[in-house]
């Protein structure tokens, strides 16, 4: 694993820019996968940034995202399909046919999780994926327990993740306690592997994830560690605690 630590949120972001150029630029079918939450949008900002500056072309990409909250609707401005043209693809010249979201939209489950499975198969192996990881170690929404998912499936978050989410909604709005996500095995089907923390928040998270020596179901993000091609892009403040006894 490759550890990067730069000074700050900013420099993260802009670092973290430079290596999806460095991947995906001269590609002519880039397959791309995206996460939401807070850590990587200050990377969308440089993606939009070196799109309208013609450094990247999107007009072939293909993008597949992590996860997505069940039981509410995609023009929720809290939906992670909202997060994603708001943050990113409204703003950058990629097709829409080429976006790939979980969707439970007018589904069953189950086609919800065989349909999102076709997808991650048709776009394949990507060239890159970008990940967050949750302050108890979730990557995408597969949460700490005894086995963990391969492949897409749904998943009740913990009462800490729906805690931590609380601050993306306003008071009195219920945060969703369901999710549906890519599993543990589509998440390591992509040839580079970008994971970012930042923040004080994620210090306990990112020493416990470089100085770990198992895998552990009930901390997802150590699965990370069977993956030949992972780079951890912290700041200096996430990455304060390692080392320390
Ligand atoms: C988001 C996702 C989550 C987040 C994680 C960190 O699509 O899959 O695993 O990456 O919860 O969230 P932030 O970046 O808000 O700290």
């Known amino acids: 694993m490759r550890i990067i630590v730069c ?28 996460a939401t939450g807070s850590t990587p949008e200050g990377l969308y900002k440089e993606l939009i940034r070196m799109n309208k500056e013609d450094i990247l072309n999107f007009e072939h990409a293909e993008t597949v995202n992590l996860d997505e909250y069940v039981g509410i609707d995609e023009n929720n401005e809290q939906s992670y399909h909202y997060y994603m043209y708001d943050k990113l693809f409204n703003h950058i010249n990629i097709k829409d046919s080429n976006i790939h979201i979980p969707s439970c939209k007018d589904k069953s489950d189950k086609d919800a999780l065989i349909d999102y499975d076709k997808e991650l198969d048709y776009v394949g192996r990507r060239d ?5 990881v949750g302050n108890n170690g979730h990557i995408a929404f597969n949460e700490p327990a005894d086995k963990l998912n391969l492949r897409t499936s749904f998943v009740d978050l913990t009462d800490e993740t729906v805690e931590s989410n609380s601050r993306f909604f306003e008071d009195g709005e219920t945060v969703p306690n369901r999710a549906i996500t890519m599993g543990i095995g589509d998440i390591l089907n992509a040839d580079t592997i970008l994971m970012m923390a930042n923040g004080e928040k994620k210090q306990d998270v990112v020493k416990e994830f470089i100085e770990c020596k198992m895998l552990d179901t009930h901390f997802p993000i150590s699965m990370l560690h069977v993956h030949k091609n992972v780079i951890l892009l912290v700041d200096e403040i996430a990455y304060a605690k390692v080392g320390n006894k």
């Open 7 to 34: 000074k700050n949120y900013e420099e993260m972001s802009v670092k973290a820019g430079e290596i999806v150029k460095d991947v995906i630029g001269r590609l002519h079918r880039p397959k791309i996968g995206l």
């Open 128 to 132: 890159i994926q970008i990940l967050g």
